[in-house]
């Protein structure tokens, strides 16, 4: 461990002849004789204006100084003026402006030394400091009697690291004349300690005191670098191992500058390395004792204790200096190694990640991380380390693609050994020979062949395998093992000795072989074996904690699985040895209280059944009775909740607020379920801060809760801040690998910022780990909104069914925990109850796979044709295997929104646009996945398209791109009464807006990108109606008054706005206008206005409805079709439910159910049975699904 010892030089400004002379009002020379009669005289103006400034200047009034020397520039720009304007700019702060400024006055006088110097001065604040170099080398030949500027030279080309340039050019310097003797002599001794030029900077110290002898800081830079010298050649001596020398120079060190503590450290390291760790501990004492927050004493007390294998004390001491020093990278990286090694892996990838984050310069962390994950199998985790760290650290990208090449061939052979325990010999081997490809000289490859062959009893060339690992790798423990087991297998007693006595040799007085052997051992699930090898190497090494936290370990993972096995007694018994092994083992305590818990859950089952029954009866108050009667008895925070949620189902939710705060005060710890859920509830109510606070509180005392990190990811990502939020589910998941919603999470949240590639290979994971997720509707999203899992889960969907019945994906969701916990018949049960409801491609493909498992081929067939003949393009529908049945050619596409739609949806090429008032959905027509969703503070009425999205309300416009649905520009009005929006439309690139406010109609005139062109106003509530091709538009309203208007809408706003063809029908109440042939026709429920002219009907109507430019008249149970002139019956229709006009003909849906397509002279091309869900009041959703109809086939 090397240590930096900081030298203090004082520095003596020096001001002879430099820029910090006082200003003197300056005077005209004759270095402008250049100049015109003209110019003189100007120039002599402004230098008159600059005086006055220098006069300011002086009294500290920068601001005024600054005003007069521009006020000069009006006059005549002088070098004096810029020079006035650079130093009030400096003094005011304004550094850049303060160049610029000498710049110019620079380019008027190039040799004028207050310019320069001060320009210096203001490159070296901006950073600018080989530009301030230049001006000093500069200054130094404009001026050569002027040593100063020498000087300043050598201190900016040490300031720069240029030790040799420096050196040389303070060695030019004469210092018999030069004014600051011992300050001369304490540069040059500096630049030769940065030279590492010893004997000349002792020199050069004693010349500086022997000038300045009173100056504390010349005699401390003398024994300074006696102190660097002697840490020099320690530093030396420990690069060549040489330790005794290493220990003999930093005694030397530590004598000489016996108060400070660095020396002793540096000796301490030493002493490890030796090693002599009595004495190592022996100087870091005295370190602390000089200085007992010195950071470096604290790293090397955890190092020591590592080395040393006492794991516990090595967290201690690295948890000591956290205390002073809780931002500390390399103290967290030396928890991390010692929690690693104690066998706490989720802790240490805590602790490496919080080290990266305090600095993500500091690379070790993350190694580290990564070689803990390849560990820990998840190989796929330690390659994003790699690649996060190839991008920070690109010089050392070389080095980071091995560790992924050996971390592939590493998973490579995990997934082999896989295959082999599963008997697939095979294909083992063939995934062992795809990563002896990727590098032959890797000794796990070879070890991954020889256990094949051995399983394989090819003896001699198991043998032959590991002895290749061995002769890559002399101490490669797995190897002997191997080796080992052929030996004992062909009785080869002598060859069984030698490699016994050989792994002795590496492990002696080291368990960590024996850790590895009993590891491998529990990986394989045999609890049993791994405890008795556990057991052995405690009686070989009794004082090793590491064997008694992997023992603990042992008892605690075998009590949880006890646990939920119900056999609550034996659980007790195995976490009691656990504490015993190690007393400070995490989570024992809570785990205790949990089997307890269930151990008493059991006895008041029967009142927990009853309370559920009523509560799925929506009897709250006596469930919430049962439930509270059931927390008395067993203070299962859960049931609870269960309180709390009665008095949500009896409208009573602030009673239940307040029943779950006043919980939360009373336990202030423990209890961390139900906290969480207590918080979780405050986080779905919109009370952030409270959830993200009392999250962050149960991190304070359990900073293993991988629920609160999950949680406050989610927090952040409400924030949109993307990155913080998967810094939290990045902790989550290593809390907690087996939690696929932290890896949903961590997709969307990968997929808001746009780095899709990422996000899809977090859901495929997600999937991975819980492949009955299929099931599911929308499978993995699912798990993002879920605030629990399994038992959690399956009572919010309880609860849902009983709250809100019609919320079919409740019982769709309990059909899936169902389904994976094998209950096949309530599964079903659940997947029919959501199908009645609602009869959607997820729900028929659950049920499909409901059938599957109860082999239904019959009912199977049945559901499998339902989906393809109403569902063709459904990615659920792809999933069938069994695709053979005969389809009839008419397909509904069935679009489910998520609430109440504001106005009709818009179908955009591939994409349709709801508009649900405050957020805007696209979603695919085919897949019917969503898009995009866009959220706005506004409420919007209608929604338009040309090239981009527009949506508008009564006081606003928005414009939104179609891709993305990102917000691209808003318009508001700036008056406070808002009208009526009546008339919203794009043409000819623009947009129309008309609103309608005190017996006004305003219309106003948009470009595309919503910057106004033209606003009118029109007395009366009018409305606005454009042709197809947009050559002519008709303004009106619903008291007969109209205006016919020629020519677009456009140029008549732009134009002299004089109205023509204007009529007044004032009798006639008119509702609604249709283009046919380009002729507009205002139509009433009594007849039409054509050419200026009301006409009846010439039969009695009782509807009318407009769809695609036709009309449709409807007589009692007939209808016709009307495109101006007479009316022409549709006889195909009679009795019909209702009548779609559409491309090419019509859709006809009767009473029995039966849709129809009919061709434009009424065949029938096509019929099927009419979606579930269509009703009489729903017409915008029967267009709807008129508009995504499929005739392809």
């Known amino acids: 461990m090397k240590h930096t010892i900081i030298l203090a030089i004082t520095l003596i400004l020096l001001n002879a002849n430099c820029a910090s002379r006082e200003f003197k009002a300056t005077q005209a020379s004759d270095t402008h004789s250049n100049l015109s009669p003209a110019e003189k005289l100007k120039y002599k103006q402004a230098v008159q204006i600059v005086n006055q400034g220098n006069k300011e200047f002086q009294v500290g009034k920068y601001k005024d100084a600054l005003a007069l020397a521009q ?18 700019n400096q003094k005011l702060g304004k550094n850049e402006a303060a160049a610029s400024d000498l710049e110019a006055g620079r380019a008027i006088a190039p040799k004028n030394e207050q310019i320069l110097i001060t320009l210096a001065l203001v490159k070296t604040t901006l950073g600018e400091e080989e530009d301030a170099l230049d001006i000093y080398k500069e200054l130094a030949s404009f001026y050569p009697d002027e040593p100063v500027y020498v000087f300043k030279k050598g201190v900016q080309e040490k300031s720069l690291t240029k030790y040799n340039e420096s050196l ?7 210092p018999d004349t030069f004014p600051q003797k011992a300050e001369l002599y304490s540069q040059l001794g500096d630049v030769s300690m940065k030279l590492k030029n010893y004997p000349d900077a002792e020199k050069y110290f004693t010349l500086a005191e022997k000038e300045s002898p009173n100056s504390s800081s010349m005699k401390s830079n003398k024994s300074t670098v006696k102190t660097a010298s002697y840490l020099e050649n320690g530093n030396k001596a420990m690069a060549a191992k040489d330790y005794d020398t290493a220990v003999n120079e930093y005694t030397k060190a530590s004598e000489v500058d016996s108060k400070n503590p660095s020396p002793l450290v540096f000796l301490a390291n030493a002493f490890i390395l030796k090693p002599d760790y009595r004495k190592a501990e022996a100087n870091l004492n005295k370190a602390l004792k000089l200085n007992e927050d010195y950071q470096p004493a604290y790293e090397a007390y955890s190092a020591l204790y590592f080395k040393e294998k006492r794991y516990k004390d090595s967290i201690d001491w690295a948890k000591k200096g956290l205390g002073f020093f809780p931002k500390s990278e390399r103290l967290f990286n030396r928890l991390g190694l010692a929690q690693w090694k104690l066998g706490d892996l989720k802790s240490a990838a805590l602790s490496f990640r919080r080290a990266s984050e305090i600095n ?133 007693s002598k060859k069984e000795k030698a490699a016994l006595s050989q792994l002795n040799s590496l492990t002696e007085g080291d368990p960590t072989a024996g850790i590895l052997v009993a590891r491998l051992k529990e990986d394989d699930g045999d609890s049993k074996a791994a405890e008795a090898s556990y057991l052995s190497l405690k009686n070989q090494y009794p004082d090793n904690s590491a064997i008694s936290y992997r023992l603990a370990s042992l008892y605690y993972k075998i009590a949880v699985d006890k646990n939920s096995e119900e056999k609550y007694e034996e659980a007790i018994s195995y976490l009691k040895k656990a504490s015993k092994e190690d007393p400070n083992f995490p989570g024992i305590a809570s785990t205790e209280k949990v089997i307890l818990e269930n151990k008493k859950f059991d006895e008041i089952l029967p009142l927990i059944k009853k309370a559920n029954l009523n509560y799925d009866q929506k009897n709250y108050k006596e469930a919430s009775e049962l439930y509270n009667s059931a927390y008395q008895k067993t203070n299962k925070p859960t049931l609870l909740v269960k309180v709390a949620e009665c008095y949500v189902g009896m409208g009573e939710e602030e009673k239940a607020l307040n029943l779950l705060e006043a919980s939360a005060n009373k336990e202030k710890t423990g209890f961390t379920d139900f906290r969480e859920a207590i918080y979780s509830y405050y986080f779905s109510k919109g009370d952030t801060a409270k959830a993200e606070n009392g999250f962050r509180n149960l991190l304070i005392e359990n900073p293993t809760s991988f629920y609160s990190y999950y949680k406050l990811g989610l927090i952040e990502m409400s924030r949109k801040s993307y990155d913080k939020a998967i810094e939290n589910l990045d902790k989550s998941l290593v809390l907690n690998y087996n939690f696929p919603a932290g ?83 309530s599964a079903e049960k659940n997947i029919l109850k959501a199908l009645k409801i609602e009869r959607t ?14 082999k239904d081929k019959k009912n199977w067939q049945l559901v499998a ?98 891709e993305s649905g990102q917000e691209l520009a808003i318009v508001r009005s700036q008056s406070t009464k808002t009208g009526q929006l009546v008339s919203f439309f794009a043409t000819e690139g623009n947009i129309v807006y008309a609103s309608q406010l005190d017996k006004q109609t305003f219309i106003k005139l948009f470009d595309s990108d919503l910057k106004i062109l033209k606003e009118i106003s029109i007395p009366g509530n009018f409305f606005i109606d454009v042709s197809p091709d947009a050559q002519s538009f008709l303004i009106w309203n619903h008291e007969g008054k109209f205006s016919f208007q020629e020519g677009s809408i456009t ?28 002729e507009p026709y205002l139509l009433s429920k009594e007849g039409y206005v054509e050419d200026g002219a009301f006409k009846k009907w010439n039969l009695p109507i009782d509807s009318y409805q407009v769809e695609s430019g036709i009309v449709l008249l409807i007589s009692k149970d007939r209808y016709y079709e009307w495109k101006g002139g007479k009316p022409k019956e549709l006889p195909f229709a009679q009795g019909m439910i209702s009548i779609l006009p559409v491309e090419k003909g019509y859709i006809s849906w009767d009473r029995f159910n ?17 979606p579930s869900d269509w009703n009489n009041s729903n017409s915008d959703l029967a267009t709807l699904y008129s508009q995504g109809l499929d005739l392809s086939k």
Not at 750 to 768: T, V
Not at 1065 to 1075: A, M, N, P, R, Y
């Open 743 to 825: 890896n949903v999470a961590k997709g969307v949240a990968y997929y808001r910022k746009g780095d899709n590639k990422i996000a899809k290979e977090e859901f495929n994971r997600a999937m991975d780990k819980d492949p009955s997720l299929d099931i599911a509707s929308f499978n993995i999203g699912v798990l993002f909104f879920n605030q629990d899992m399994d038992k959690e889960a399956r009572k919010v969907f309880q609860e849902l069914t009983q709250k809100s019945p019609e919320f079919s994906e409740s019982f769709h969701q309990l059909s899936y925990l169902d389904f994976k916990e094998g209950r096949i018949d």
């Open 1051 to 1078: 140029e008549f706003l732009n134009s002299k706005l004089e109205f023509s063809n204007t009529k007044d029908l004032s009798s006639t109440k008119l509702s609604d206008v249709v283009w046919i042939n380009a």
């Open 71 to 88: 006020k000069s520039f009006e006059t005549f720009p002088t070098s004096e003026g810029y020079y006035l304007a650079g130093l009030s």
């Open 841 to 854: 491609p997820a729900y028929l493909y659950a049920y499909l796979k409901i059938l599957e498992a109860k």
């Open 1154 to 1170: 039966k849709v129809r397509f009919h061709n434009s002279s009424g065949a029938i091309l096509a019929e099927t049975k009419a």
């Open 865 to 962: 044709r339902e989906m393809n003949e109403k569902f063709p393009s459904s990615s659920f529908t792809s999933k069938i295997q069994n695709n053979t049945f005969q389809s009839e050619p008419l397909y509904f596409q069935s679009h489910e929104t998520l609430g109440k739609l504001v106005s009709k949806p818009l179908l955009v090429g591939d994409a349709m646009i709801s508009n649900y008032g405050t957020s805007l959905v696209a979603t695919d027509i085919r897949t019917k996945s969503r898009k995009w969703r866009t959220e706005s503070t506004q409420k919007f009425d209608t929604l338009i398209t040309d090239l981009r999205l527009f949506a508008a309300n009564s006081s606003s416009i928005a414009k939104y791109d179609i």
């Open 168 to 174: 040389t050019t303070f060695q030019s310097i004469n």
């Open 360 to 492: 993500p310069k500091f690379v070790e962390s993350d190694k580290n991380l990564s070689y803990l994950l390849m560990e820990d199998k998840r190989f796929y985790d330690s390659k994003l380390v790699l690649q996060s760290l190839s991008k920070r650290d690109p010089a050392a990208t070389p080095e980071y693609n091995k560790i992924i090449l050996f971390c592939e061939q590493s998973e490579l052979i995990e997934k082999g050994d896989k295959l082999l325990a599963s008997g697939k010999i095979n294909d083992a081997n063939k995934l062992y020979s795809q990563s002896l490809k990727m590098n032959a000289n890797e000794p796990a490859v070879h070890n991954a062949f020889g256990r094949s062959y051995f399983v394989s009893s090819l003896i001699s060339k198991s043998e032959a395998s590991f002895q290749k690992a061995l002769s890559l790798d002399s101490e490669n423990i797995p190897a002997l093992i191997g080796l080992i087991r052929i030996y004992s297998r062909l009785r080869d």
